[in-house]
Each structure stands twice: as structure tokens, then as C-alpha cells.
């Protein structure tokens, strides 16, 4: 008789229930992860989508004249917005470039005398100072808007308010009428 030696019934039943609890938990965390994954870029794509049809800030207009202005001697940009779209805009990110880089979120409000949100249908206009870039070459103004129910204010890419340094010198120089 040959001597074999063998794993009891039991110590076998016990080691394929391991392997297959730990390879159901593998296949669980590998799930997960993409699931994850896939409902970040869902919120992302939500939140551009919002952008693109819910967000519609617009300069005012009377008749043919815009208001906006900018004053290159103080370095003053000031801006009347009208917010057409249905979500509220919670503040602005204000980008300009010149001899050095600017860029900043503009989310406060201090009582009525000044506040960087725009409600639907609301008009205000806005005041921004760039004394510290030099020559200004580049001028940008997203809008900054809620993104889902309790999450994080998140920026706008489109609509963008953009000018460049040959569009600086066709803006009318404030003050504003």
C-alpha cells in the first residue's frame, strides 16, 4: 500500500471558502473603484453641462453700448453683468496676465456694499483691481457656481469673458456712463 498523505474534507472546505471570499472581495474592490470612477466623471460632466445651459452671465446692453470699461492707468476693470441663466452665480474667477499672473476666486459678499454674487435676473456691476500685474496682456472672468446640493463651488469654464491685449485697447475707458 502506498502512503499518501491528503487534506481532510474539512481543512478543504475551509480553504475554498477563503479563496472564495477572498477572490469575491477582490472582484468587489475592482467594481467599486470603477464605480467610483464613473460617477466622479458623471458629476464632472454634470456640472458642465450646468455651466453650458444653466449658467448665462451677459454684459448689459443699451442699445449698442456695452457696459464695461477698463482703465488702464489704475488698472480697473468694472463690468455690469446680468444674470440670465437659472442658477445663481456665487462669485467669479478673475484671471490676468501681464508682467506677472493674477488669478483669484472673488466669492465675497460684506453686507450690501459689495458682494461678487449674481442671482437670476439680477443686475450688478462689478469692480476689479489688477495694480499689481504691470501691463495688462490678458483678461479672463469665469463664473463660479454651486455644483451639486452641498458640494463645492466649482469654477466655469464656458461661458468665459476673455480679452486679449489688442481687445484691451478697444474697451472704453472708465468711468463708466
Given amino acids: 500500500m502506498q502512503n499518501k498523505k491528503a487534506v481532510s474534507p474539512l481543512i478543504a472546505t475551509v480553504l475554498l471558502v477563503m479563496i472564495v471570499v477572498s477572490v469575491g472581495a ?3 474592490l475592482v467594481i467599486r473603484n470603477l464605480s467610483d470612477e464613473q460617477i466622479q466623471k458623471i458629476e464632472t460632466s454634470s456640472r458642465e453641462i450646468q455651466c453650458g445651459t444653466e449658467v ?3 454684459i448689459v446692453a443699451y442699445g449698442t453700448s456695452y457696459k464695461y470699461c477698463y482703465d488702464p492707468t489704475t488698472r480697473n476693470v ?3 453683468f ?3 441663466g437659472d442658477t445663481k452665480i ?3 474667477r478673475i484671471t490676468v496676465i501681464g508682467d506677472s499672473v493674477y488669478d483669484r476666486e472673488d466669492t465675497a459678499c460684506h453686507n450690501d456694499t459689495y458682494c461678487s454674487e449674481l442671482n437670476t435676473s439680477q443686475i450688478r456691476t462689478f469692480h476689479w483691481n489688477y495694480d499689481d500685474v504691470g501691463t495688462v496682456e490678458y483678461i479672463r472672468i469665469l463664473p463660479l457656481v454651486t ?3 452641498g458640494k463645492e463651488i466649482v469654477t466655469c469654464r464656458e461661458p468665459a469673458l476673455e480679452w486679449e491685449e489688442e481687445d484691451l485697447a478697444g474697451i472704453p475707458s472708465c468711468p463708466m456712463s
Wanted: hydrophobic share 40%; net charge neutral; no cysteine.
Fill in 90 to 92: 456665487e462669485g467669479w
Fill in 78 to 80: 468694472t463690468v455690469m
Fill in 26 to 28: 477582490a472582484v468587489m
Fill in 147 to 149: 455644483g451639486a446640493p
Fill in 82 to 84: 446680468e444674470n440670465q
Fill in 56 to 58: 448665462k452671465p451677459r
